[in-house]
């Protein structure tokens, strides 16, 4: 199973490498999204200071949707699903393949909306430990719960719409327990924090078990 | 795939059940408009909360039978088309439930504490919980051959399912964290009056019977179809071997 994760992991960061959809078109759209919320809320750096941690979850929610598309759409060109299917690597293995690029990609990712976050909105980061291990966790689940809808989704033609529909409830509590955790870090009480960064793992564990048990079922039925 | 296309299902059990569904209902609308007294802080308002939770309460009954239909489903011994169609008719019902707790709810809210919404933890996951089935069914909405769409709409059913507990606790953890105890606890005062109990009582029970005989309409619509796309389908084939002559086709039943 990691053998065959590890190889769907390198396949999918190849094309990324090779393709740059992600560095040409997510992460710009993500910066975009933070400037957009910078004209939506105004040009108040007090405001945009406190309302950052939930700004920065929100602009990783909305690329993380244009990932985990982008991540299927890999699979629907030339049959490469059914190749998927047909190679005998282990469902499981291919779940977390494909949830270990994504989380690759959207750390990447979240670097740069972080930076953008304290250079744009003038956030103060005082507990770096706290802000990673939150970012990390609520990365591993949004990949995963991402991975479970993404194969629920792909092969649908509407696809492109449904997807955020399902999957956008399902990540709030991610986006609760980020916000609540980096605020805790950018305020520095540190302590407020551990609850939720809790609830992240806990959330990361469940889904990554969803997406496990489910991934190979899904991967038939379409 | 409809082994059970049964033409009357519209049969005396469901029609008794229709009736008492009715029954129940016009004696609840008695009861509460017109026999039980006005409470002493609430007046005439506390007559929505006869429906009101009752309401509710055929929400989470109606996504909770979608759940376990579903497991039922994906479960091979038990799998068959009826729990796909079951599953499905209840989620139709649990979310127009759910719009109808929103609501009544909402016209509640607005005369008792002075504003139509408030970010109450049990209000935003009730919210929550309605777009997340409102997914669900769009997805069931979505055409596609039969195994694999009841297999994809089962396993989203259950993990939307996984997910609502994990809502309600992060919703209420964020409410809670930095709020005094929710304003919802009001509802009842604990001297609550004989015949409104009983009246509340009768609601639940009336909204329950509403509830079952609506699954076994919705369901009836739901094999129907079914069956219709079968004798579409049969019709086209027949159709094209009339045509060609040729026998390639035969698979096309898939």
Do not use: C
């Not at chain 1, 779940?95 to 304290?118: D, H, I, R």
């Not at chain 1, 696809?159 to 805790?184: F, N, Y």
């Amino acid at each position: 199973m990691w053998r065959d994760a590890w190889t769907v992991a390198a396949k999918d960061l190849r094309i990324e490498l090779r393709s740059r959809v992600g560095v040409n078109q997510v992460v710009p759209f993500a910066v975009l999204v933070l400037l957009l919320f910078a004209f939506a809320l105004g040009p108040d750096r007090k405001a945009l200071a406190s309302a950052a941690a939930g700004l920065f979850w929100l602009a990783v929610l909305f690329s993380a949707v244009l990932a985990v598309q982008r991540s299927f759409a890999i699979e629907s060109a030339d049959g490469a699903r059914d190749g998927l299917r047909l190679s005998g690597l282990d469902p499981a293995g291919i779940f977390l393949g494909k949830a270990a690029a994504v989380v690759v990609q959207l750390a990447a990712l979240e670097v740069v909306v972080g930076a953008g976050v304290v250079v744009l909105y003038g956030a103060h980061m005082s507990g770096v430990g706290l802000v990673l291990g939150a970012s990390a966790l609520g990365t591993v689940g949004i990949a995963a719960a991402g991975m479970a809808y993404g194969a629920i989704a792909s092969g649908l033609r509407v696809s492109e719409t449904l997807l955020p529909l399902l999957l956008l409830p399902v990540v709030v509590p991610v986006l609760l327990a980020g916000t609540k955790t980096w605020d805790a870090a950018l305020t520095g009480h540190l302590a407020n924090g551990m609850p939720w960064l809790r609830l992240l793992a806990l959330f990361a564990i469940v889904y990554s078990a969803l997406g496990l048990l489910a991934f190979g079922p899904l991967l038939e039925a379409s | 795939m409809t082994e059970e296309s049964r033409t009357r299902s519209g049969s005396g059990a469901v029609t008794a059940l229709g009736v008492a569904a009715a029954m129940a209902v016009a004696f609840t609308v008695w009861l509460g408009l017109w026999v039980t007294p006005p409470d002493a802080f609430q007046h005439n308002l506390v007559r929505l909360l006869y429906i009101h939770p009752p309401i509710a309460w055929v929400t989470y009954l109606a996504l909770g039978v979608t759940a376990l239909a579903s497991a039922l489903y994906l479960w091979p011994r038990t799998r068959s088309a009826f729990w796909d169609r079951l599953a499905g008719a209840s989620a139709e019902i649990g979310v127009v439930f759910g719009a109808l707790t929103l609501i009544t709810g909402s016209i509640w809210g607005r005369p008792t504490w002075g504003v139509w919404w408030t970010w109450d933890a049990r209000l935003t996951s009730t919210a929550l919980l309605e777009l997340l089935y409102i997914g669900y069914l769009a997805l069931r909405q979505v055409p596609g051959s039969m195994p694999g769409r009841g297999k994809r709409s089962a396993i989203a059913a259950l993990i939307a399912f996984a997910d609502v507990p994990v809502d309600h606790f992060s919703v209420l953890w964020w409410r809670t964290l930095h709020q005094a105890p929710s304003v919802l606890n009001a509802d009842l005062n604990p001297t609550i009056h004989g015949s409104m109990a009983w009246t509340l009582m009768l609601g639940f029970i009336a909204f329950t019977l509403v509830y079952g005989w609506l699954l076994a309409m919705r369901y009836r619509i739901a094999a129907a179809k079914d069956a219709t796309e079968d004798v579409a389908l049969a019709a086209a084939v027949a159709e094209r071997r009339l045509e060609g002559g040729t026998a390639g086709i035969v698979g096309a039943k898939a």
